[in-house]
């Protein structure tokens, strides 16, 4: 059973950055596909950004393409979502998941994710 625990999340103001961490016990990260997903208030729980086991491929959500970046360091059993020029858009609960390896899709969906982390709260200030 592996556990995952994000931190990280905080108030920051529009425009600004933060940067979130995954940590992993109980299994080696290295077996997973890793993803990030997030949650707005009122709405639907949606992806963000994805890393094959070995950190080589990513993907991310047209919504945070060249603003979030989604690192991995499996020495670590760590994976890290770096968010820049934050929008009011961004504010939602982080969710951590990991996605055992070979992924059946690509990116993964939600139906797909093995283990979730309890989540933590971004608020983007405007």
């Known amino acids: 059973q592996v556990q995952l625990v994000e931190s990280g999340g905080g108030l920051v103001e529009a425009g600004g950055s933060l940067g979130l961490s995954c940590a992993a016990s109980?299994?080696?990260?290295?077996?997973?596909?890793m993803a990030w997903f997030r949650q707005a208030p009122g709405k639907e729980r949606e992806f963000v950004a994805a890393?094959?086991?070995?950190?080589?491929?990513?993907w991310y959500s047209d919504s945070v393409k060249g603003r979030f970046t989604i690192f991995r360091d499996n020495a670590k059993n760590t994976v890290y979502l770096q968010m820049n020029s934050l929008k009011s858009d961004d504010t939602a609960v982080y969710y951590c998941?990991?996605?055992?390896?070979?992924?059946?899709?690509?990116?993964?969906?939600?139906?797909?994710?093995?283990?979730w982390g309890k989540g933590t709260l971004v608020t983007v200030s405007s």
């Open positions: 998941a990991a996605d055992r390896a070979p992924a059946y899709r690509w990116p993964p969906i939600e139906y797909d994710i093995d283990y």
């Open positions: 109980g299994g080696t990260l290295r077996s997973y596909e």
């Open positions: 890393s094959r086991w070995n950190g080589v491929a990513t």
